[in-house]
């Protein structure tokens, strides 16, 4: 008897993964723990290893193709069995048996198959209307948050995305097709001036995400600054300290983090997630970070964060952060954030609006260090000043806790020793 | 209520006794010689044949319910057969003096009497009335039939045809009188004055007054017979039919040349037993029968018991009655005494009576007693009389042969439209018959002069209401309409409780006391049944009529005769008949359970009805204009809340001279692009609020559609709108469970499935009793509810507080709970 390969289940909000490479081709002979090949989720990349020794008898989809969690994607056997019944619906050969056992390749509405022995995804809400329009545009709606009772998908929320899609559209497609907003998009770029790629993987999850909590969410964004001369000083003194002491230099990052992980304990409304019905106020602080990696944005996650040392925070950014840059980042590392960190002060930043990340409540993005001229003793004096933008849902948080919020970091990081009694 | 007759006190506290006329039983004394001279040998020989044809009839569907086969010849017959073995008598006697022009309306147990009367017939009418007519009935196809095996004079084929074409019926054959439709329960041939025989026990009688009343006013000739068994004594529906055929008013109040009460003879065929209880001694107290006519009028209704089983005094008794009936003294009641020997039907083991009690019948079988009498007074030879017999059983085997065989006579095709077809004849006729109508004024003279100086729209160039009383109001349109409609038909009639003087209990009928003679606008006994039993015999008879329940909830007074009489005799006629009834039922408002109920799904779900309910007064003149020309019958709903509101929607307001709404359609009442709400009646107004405050604080555009019609209805228009909005909500005041409403949603949501934005909802009157007026806010769908649906279940606005829990958790609580 053969032995099906499935795409396999990363975490409960993965839908779907895409198939970086193929490690091994039909006809290959394989030995259980081989890698056959590579997936790359929104989140992460992965190895898939043969779970039998065998043939390769067939591989259903090619390398780029994005195939549902739980579709078979391979068959290991002896040569000449029949594959026929493990040949997904809607691949190539359409001869084949209606029995196969395998789950549709259409991803939302299906939660169990082959597998058996996961649990079963969330189902899709949406409602005809929406399908329809959705399927006309070829809209994968993974991760689309329906508007509709009970979150289900609603003909606006295809809408939505499609609006914000001709918008971005290139020049050459939106021509294809009349645009929504003909006078949005520039018209007569030379083809050849155009690189078409598809937005899909993880670039479609962060497209879908961003967009999803523009409009899902009430997003204010307040900016303050931090004296951040004892900030500068205390980073010197780490690279200046004895080696027998075992500290490593620091990011402002890392500084931050550590300051956020202390002061949100003292303010939880913002250390929340809100699912539209509910406020949960969390107790323990998990610290989102943005990281920049090559596929895109990702945002692994420090968990408990205001149990670890100051050290401890430093030396976990590091290895999430790395691991997601080369893509060996678990997806258990990608979820359960409580508020996130955003850093683009390395790149000369002044002032942004970070995006939340939905159902989190804020999100604070920390800019770079300017010199601002400050009154003293009746003549001006040029700081360093660490700018800091908080974004929050005031949908649940109201302006003035924010404030304070923000307020209580700028204090702590400017007397940043302080925090270390925290 | 009339003014005409005044209630004297001192008369009224009078001591007196009452006292009744003394009512023979039995009084016929037979006299062969006299008889002879009245009927002459031929005729009474002929009366014997009839008896043998109509014995041989039932004993050959005896014989096939019960062995499969007669002579030989082998069918089985699936449907019923109630059997009149040996009432033939009573039949035959009764048609005798029974001419065309008279008529006929029966039971489930009428073979007998459809033969007898038909064989009447024939004796009466010339070979080429009769060649006509055969030719003419359904375009000759029976006829075509019986050529094939028929032989003989004129007269001889035409009792082959009635043998064939009543046989064919009640083998469900498209040759059959009705093409199958009414089976044995139902054959009749109108022809020949054999009307609709009915399987509801009791149900002819107030179809018969209907009939009579049609006879009466049209000034048309002939009486009226009910033929029902003794055991429909006990059903409400006769005494509503014997109340309103002895009202005073005939004689009191109508004018003289009327002719006084309408030719209606109750006929109680009287075998004794209902299936197997017995009236007289068990379930009923009258001890004779024709007592229950001391109860009626002063008269006793003219009642007698007659003996049944001997056809020349029942001849007799028929010859008599007659006189009365056509001098306008009816009613009349006949308890016409007989003896079934066959059972009940032929499941029937006859556990409830001994041998010997039939036994002892059987020596006084008509068929052997009036064979003797035959014998002995010299009208007919021993063989003469055989061979009557031997013919008889011959014309049977060739009529079963004909009737038995698909080749020679099919069914219709029920897998096609064929019967779809016959539930509706949608023709449209300005008058039922030629004629002056009979009113009191010119029209110009009437109310029409008020309502036609008024508004017709009620609201002014800036949107501003104009004063109630000088704008033309719902109530006011519904006259309108139904004046027109009287000055163009002379046979229409209007009736109902309150009718006239009052005007209804609502005005709708305010000014036509003044415009029209008793006889066309009266008040009738609060008799619901017959009230709506009558109107379905005076449509089939061919006269146009409106009848009136004053409330919606007192539809169930009236429900066999709406659901099983008014909604079924077209398609069972085979569209021989025609139900121009337009049935007025007011939907109540404030008055509590009894008053308050919006009971339209509950006619939606009976085939065979028209079902309107306008909620403007355009409409409410332009849909009773349309049902008032129309030949099927309707259930025309109005509401209470509207009858005093102006038209304040379509432009232009209701129009002086005469339109119609096209049948069936529903109207857009407003445009719009993101939500449609879908209403039957005056919800609609709510569903307007609805819209306006969807648009105010939501910045929703509704698109809001008035059906108007229930049945039919085309959906396009809605199912349009939904490909549109993708999103619907229906809303009516009948209770949610079992409402026209989920009707509707399945269908919309089966047509238009991918268009839907979520799913098709529906708001009805809560499950409950109404509760009194200042609680009908909890009952019945208002603005807050349709747009916390809306919400709830298919677009959640934007930090909307919801007044109401229309969750789909709370649709499941509420079921769960049963309310």
């Not at chain 1, 993965?14 to 929104?42: F, N, P, Q, S, Y």
């Not at chain 2, 501003?464 to 038909?489: G, S």
């Not at chain 2, 959906?715 to 549109?724: L, M, T, W």
Request: hydrophobic letters at 40%; glycine letters at 8%.
């Amino acid at each position: 008897m053969a032995t099906a390969v499935v795409m396999p289940r990363q975490g409960n909000t993965v839908e779907r993964c895409l198939i970086a490479a193929w490690k091994k081709e039909k006809g290959d002979t394989v030995t259980a723990g081989d890698i056959l090949c590579e997936i790359e989720t929104d989140k992460a990349m992965m190895e898939v290893e043969a779970p039998a020794s065998g043939m390769v008898l067939d591989l259903f989809f090619q390398a780029g193709e994005e195939v549902p969690v739980l579709t078979t994607i391979a068959v290991i056997g002896r040569p000449g069995e029949d594959v026929t019944p493990f040949r997904p619906n809607g691949t190539a050969d359409h001869d084949e048996s209606e029995t196969a056992p395998t789950t549709s390749p259409n991803p939302p509405i299906l939660a169990t198959g082959s597998g058996g022995s996961t649990a079963p995804t969330p189902r899709l809400k949406i409602s005809p209307r929406a399908r329809r329009l959705a399927d006309t545009a070829g809209l994968d709606l993974t991760g689309v948050q329906g508007s509709g009772p009970g979150g289900r998908v609603m003909e606006r929320d295809v809408q939505a995305v499609l609006t914000a899609r001709v918008i971005d559209r290139p020049a050459q497609t939106a021509s294809q097709a009349p645009p929504l907003h003909p006078t949005s998009v520039p018209t007569g770029a030379p083809v050849d001036e155009v690189e078409i790629a598809p937005v899909k993987g993880m670039r479609k999850l962060i497209a879908d995400r961003m967009l999803a909590s523009l409009q899902t969410t009430a997003q204010l964004t307040l900016h303050a600054s931090a004296d951040a001369r004892r900030l500068q000083a205390y980073r010197q003194r780490l690279k200046q300290s004895a080696a027998g002491l075992g500290l490593q230099p620091m990011t402002v990052t890392d500084l931050v983090l550590f300051g956020v992980s202390r002061l949100l304990r003292q303010h939880p409304q913002l250390n929340a997630l809100f699912s539209g019905n509910t406020l949960a106020q969390y107790k323990n602080v998990h610290l989102a970070v943005a990281v920049d990696t090559p596929r895109g944005l990702m945002v692994p996650v420090i968990r408990n964060a205001h149990t670890l040392s100051l050290s401890q925070i430093a030396a976990e950014s590091k290895r999430l952060a790395a691991a997601c840059r080369d893509g060996t980042i678990a997806p258990v590392d990608l979820n359960g954030g409580t508020f996130t960190v955003s850093n683009l002060g390395g790149l000369g930043v002044e002032s942004f609006t970070p995006v939340l990340n939905p159902p989190q409540v804020a999100v604070l993005g920390v800019c770079n260090i300017n010199l601002k001229p400050v009154e003293r003793d009746g003549g001006v004096e040029f700081v360093p000043q660490l700018g800091l933008s908080l974004t929050f849902n005031h949908q649940v948080v109201d302006g003035a806790p924010a404030a304070r919020f923000l307020q209580t970091v700028c204090q702590g990081l400017a007397d940043f020793e302080l925090l270390l009694a925290l | 209520m009339t003014k005409l007759i005044k209630i004297d006190p001192v008369e009224a506290r009078q001591t007196s006794f009452i006292e009744g006329p003394r009512l023979p039983v039995n009084a016929y004394v037979a006299n062969p010689q006299r008889e002879a001279e009245i009927y002459g040998p031929a005729t009474l020989v002929r009366m014997y044949r009839d008896m043998v044809y109509i014995r041989e009839f039932e004993t050959a569907l005896d014989r096939l319910k019960k062995e499969g086969a007669y002579q030989g010849l082998e069918y089985n017959h699936r449907g019923p057969a109630h059997l009149s073995i040996g009432q033939e008598a009573s039949a035959v006697g009764q048609a005798y003096h029974l001419t065309p022009d008279d008529f006929i309306f029966g039971s489930h147990r009428s073979h007998g009497e459809i033969l007898a009367k038909c064989f009447s017939a024939i004796a009466q009418l010339s070979d080429e009335t009769l060649t006509q007519t055969m030719e003419r009935y359904l375009e000759g196809a029976p006829l075509r039939v019986v050529e094939q095996f028929a032989g003989g004079t004129v007269k001889d084929v035409a009792v082959d045809y009635i043998l064939y074409g009543t046989l064919a019926e009640i083998f469900g054959r498209e040759n059959g009188f009705n093409k199958g439709m009414g089976g044995s329960m139902h054959a009749f041939f109108a022809p020949f004055g054999v009307m609709p025989n009915n399987a509801i026990v009791g149900g002819s009688a107030d179809i018969a007054v209907g009939s009579a009343l049609f006879k009466r006013i049209n000034r048309r000739p002939g009486i009226v017979i009910a033929n029902i068994g003794d055991a429909s004594t006990g059903c409400g529906p006769v005494w509503e039919a014997m109340m309103v055929a002895a009202m005073d008013q005939y004689r009191t109040l109508w004018p003289k040349e009327i002719g006084g009460n309408p030719p209606i003879l109750f006929n109680f065929v009287d075998n004794f037993y209902g299936m197997g209880g017995q009236p007289q001694g068990e379930t009923m107290g009258f001890g004779v029968l024709a007592r229950i006519g001391l109860g009626v009028n002063p008269e006793a209704m003219h009642a007698e018991r007659i003996d049944g089983l001997n056809p020349l005094a029942v001849a007799d008794a028929i010859a008599r009655k007659r006189k009365i009936l056509e001098a306008g003294r009816g009613p009349v009641l006949l308890d016409t005494i007989t003896y079934r020997f066959s059972g009940h039907s032929p499941s029937d083991a006859s556990a409830y009576r001994d041998r010997d009690e039939i036994d002892a019948w059987s020596q006084h079988d008509s068929l052997v007693t009036f064979r003797a009498y035959l014998e002995e007074n010299g009208h007919a030879s021993a063989q003469a009389l055989e061979a009557i017999q031997a013919k008889a059983v011959e014309r049977m085997v060739a009529v079963l042969q004909a009737a038995s065989s698909l080749e020679i006579s099919p069914r219709v095709d029920g897998r096609g439209e064929a019967i779809g077809r016959m539930m509706f004849a949608n023709t449209f006729k300005d008058h039922m018959a030629e004629g002056e109508p009979v009113v009191l004024l010119p029209k110009e003279q009437t109310r029409l002069n008020v309502t036609f100086a008024k508004h017709r729209f009620g609201l002014d160039a800036n949107g501003q209401p104009l004063p109630k009383l000088r704008t033309l109001t719902y109530a006011e349109a519904l006259f309108e309409a139904m004046i027109h409609r009287f000055y163009e038909d002379p046979t229409m009639v209007a009736y109902g409780e309150e009718n006239r003087d009052w005007g209804g209990a609502f005005g709708v009928y305010r000014g036509l006391t003044e415009a029209l003679p008793y006889h066309r606008l009266f008040n009738t006994s609060i008799s619901e049944g017959a009230i709506v039993g009558t109107a379905v015999g005076y449509a089939l008879s061919g006269g146009r009529v409106v009848a009136e329940l004053m409330y919606s909830d007192f539809m169930g007074r009236a429900g066999d005769e709406i659901f099983n009489q008014m909604a079924k005799w077209q398609a069972m006629s085979a569209n021989v008949l025609s139900m121009p009834l337009v049935l007025r039922v007011s939907v109540g408002a404030k008055y509590g359970a009894q008053h308050s109920q919006d009971w339209t799904s509950l006619v939606a779900h009976i085939p065979g009805l028209q079902v309107m309910f306008p909620a403007t007064p355009y409409d409410a003149k332009g849909m009773l204009n349309l049902a008032l020309r129309g030949t099927d019958p309707v259930v025309f709903f109005e509401s209470q809340r509207l009858y005093s509101e102006p038209e304040i929607l379509v432009e232009g307001g209701v129009p002086v001279d005469y339109y119609e709404v096209p049948l069936g359609e529903p109207v857009v009442r407003r445009s719009g692009q993101d939500v449609t709400l879908v209403t039957i009646g005056a919800t609609l107004y709510r569903a307007l609020a609805a819209a306006d405050e969807l648009a105010e604080k939501y910045g929703l555009s509704c698109e809001v559609i008035d059906t108007r019609f229930i049945n039919p209805l085309n959906y396009e228009p809605i199912i349009a709108s939904v490909k549109k909005t993708g999103k619907i909500v229906l809303a009516s005041d009948a209770c949610e469970r079992g409402s026209f409403l989920h009707t509707m949603a399945s269908n919309i949501s089966q047509i238009a499935f991918d268009d839907l934005d979520g799913p098709v909802a529906i708001v009805g009157a809560r499950n409950w009793i109404t509760p009194p007026a200042e609680l009908e806010e909890a009952f019945f769908p208002q603005k807050e509810w349709i747009i916390d649906t809306l919400h709830e279940r298919i677009l959640p606005l934007p930090n909307h507080q919801v007044s109401t829990v229309q969750t789909a958790d709370e649709i499941l609580r509420r079921n769960r709970w049963g309310v």
